[in-house]
């Protein structure tokens, strides 16, 4: 596609329960981001891959946040266990190369 | 650790007027800095951004910002405003050499009025 999708585009789910994030990055790019936009903490990064590998995963907040790239292209975030003050709106981005990203829609995530 | 500061939460203009939304950084190393803009609903756009070179960088939409070393900001213009420019705006920066994660700041909202 022309741009960063994600799917879903709304993930309601119960306390407790664990949820899968999906990112299709820019076909060729190299560079993903997992970023996460609350009301609270406004947007904070959560993990950065290079091609399948992940440098830096500095930002998850816990042992539940998990996240994977396959092939080089898709990445999926993994929360499991959700808690209340995970709601928030998960940001993937993609780039080529050093300098900013292009960011996808995001999913919105709510924990009841 | 740098970290964005975004001294204005929310800026209210008139249409055609000019704007000013200002951006401070504090880094101990030099930087790459961003700005961009979230639509209602939407994701982030970058509007431009700062890599090297010409300290002023122009973006789409008629916006531009200036770097300033000295100063440590990277304020955004737009001579005239439209009622499309509504959004919120967010500044971002990046060390150079180092994690490619991007820092950003609270965000300002854009409010154009008729």
């Known amino acids: 596609g022309a741009g960063v999708s994600q799917s879903p585009s709304n993930k309601v789910t119960e306390k407790g329960k664990d949820v899968e994030l999906r990112c299709d990055p820019i076909s060729g790019h190299t560079a993903l981001y997992w970023y996460r936009q609350s009301l609270g903490q406004g947007l904070e990064f959560l993990i950065y891959?290079?091609?399948?590998?992940?440098?830096?995963k500095s930002g998850l907040p816990s042992d539940r946040f998990s996240a994977e790239r396959t092939g080089g292209s898709v990445s999926t975030l993994t929360i499991q266990r959700t808690q209340q003050e995970d709601s928030a709106v998960y940001l993937c981005a993609s780039s080529l190369v050093a300098g900013g990203g292009f960011f996808g829609p995001g999913t919105r995530l709510t924990v009841l | 650790a740098q970290s964005v500061t975004q001294l204005d939460s929310q800026v209210p203009v008139f249409e055609e007027a000019p704007v000013e939304l200002r951006c401070n950084y504090s880094?101990?190393?030099?930087?790459?800095l961003f700005w961009y803009v979230q639509y209602p609903n939407q994701g982030l756009q970058l509007l431009l951004k700062?890599?090297?070179?010409?300290?002023l960088v122009k973006g789409i939409n008629g916006f531009e910002a200036e770097f300033n070393k000295s100063q440590t900001s990277f304020h955004l213009r737009k001579p005239s405003v439209h009622i499309s420019d509504t959004a919120e705006y967010f500044c971002?920066?990046?060390?150079?050499?180092?994690?490619?994660?991007?820092?950003f700041g609270k965000g300002t909202k854009l409010t154009v009025n008729p």
């Open positions: 891959f290079q091609g399948n590998s992940a440098p830096d």
């Open positions: 971002a920066v990046r060390i150079q050499g180092g994690s490619e994660k991007l820092v």
């Open positions: 880094s101990s190393v030099s930087v790459y």
């Open positions: 700062y890599l090297s070179g010409s300290t």
